[in-house]
T-cell receptor, first 114, second 113 residues
Framework: NAGVTQTPKFQVLKTGQSMTLQCAQD?????MSWYRQDPGMGLRLIHY???????DQGEVPNGYNVSRSTTEDFPLRLLSAAPSQTSVYFC?????????????FGPGTRLLVL | GDSVTQMEGPVTLSEEAFLTINCTYT??????LFWYVQYPGEGLQLLLK?????DKGSNKGFEATYRKETTSFHLEKGSVQVSDSAVYFC????????????FGKGTKLSVKP
């Protein structure tokens, strides 16, 4: 079991560029989510998915898109990066939608937007 | 809406000192409460949890008791070690939500030898 993997670990973008943050899990988890972590702000939920083909918005969805074509993968897309999206991004997954205590977090992607 | 408030950090302690990190919450209904730990360069890991009033969660020497009357879930450890240096997050899940967690801002703990 690799758990939750995220790529890349670090990325620098220019304003207006697009990119996709990859997230994959090999635990057959239904529930996957993306958070951003900013200094003094804790973690804030961006988008989440309760299963393949089903996604929904979290607390801070603007500027981000997601899709869930398979159980394993949950990529996060930035269509036009802005400096305000400089952050550390964490992907997480859990066995069920009502079981956050089973949530596993990936190691994070550090994104810098210039 | 639901929210979690943690004491501001950073907290710096000497090894073997007693640790308390305060956490209070605001929620409708009856939330489940969690403490997560984030070691440097890593993702978050669940440290302990409590699902109803008066429950005590414990793990690795850390404890927290769900106090409904004071809406609190303070994290305690009797004797900290250097290896406990990390950022600690208090979080809640409302009973009516779809499993999404609401996190506090985190408290950074540094333990000196």
């Amino acid at each position: 079991n690799a758990g939750v993997t995220q790529t890349p670990k670090f990325q620098v973008l220019k304003t207006g560029q697009s990119m996709t943050l990859q997230c994959a899990q090999d635990m057959n988890h239904e529930y996957m989510s993306w958070y951003r972590q900013d200094p003094g702000m804790g973690l804030r939920l961006i988008h989440y998915s309760v299963g393949a083909g089903i996604t929904d918005q979290g607390e801070v969805p603007n500027g981000y898109n997601v899709s869930r074509s398979t159980t394993e993968d949950f990529p996060l897309r930035l269509l036009s990066a802005a400096p305000s999206q400089t952050s550390v991004y964490f992907c997480a997954s859990s066995y069920g939608i009502f079981a956050p205590e089973t949530q596993y977090f990936g190691p994070g992607t550090r994104l810098l937007v210039l | 809406g639901d929210s979690v408030t943690q004491m501001e950090g950073p907290v710096t302690l000497s090894e073997e000192a007693f640790l308390t990190i305060n956490c209070t919450y605001t929620a409708t209904g009856y939330p489940s409460l969690f403490w997560y730990v984030q070691y440097p360069g890593e993702g978050l890991q669940l440290l302990l949890k409590a699902t109803k009033a008066d429950d005590k969660g414990s793990n690795k020497g850390f404890e927290a008791t769900y106090r409904k009357e004071t809406t609190s879930f303070h994290l305690e450890k009797g004797s900290v070690q250097v290896s406990d240096s990390a950022v600690y997050f208090c979080a809640l899940k409302d009973g009516g939500s779809q499993g999404n967690l609401i996190f506090g801002k985190g408290t950074k703990l540094s333990v000196k030898p």
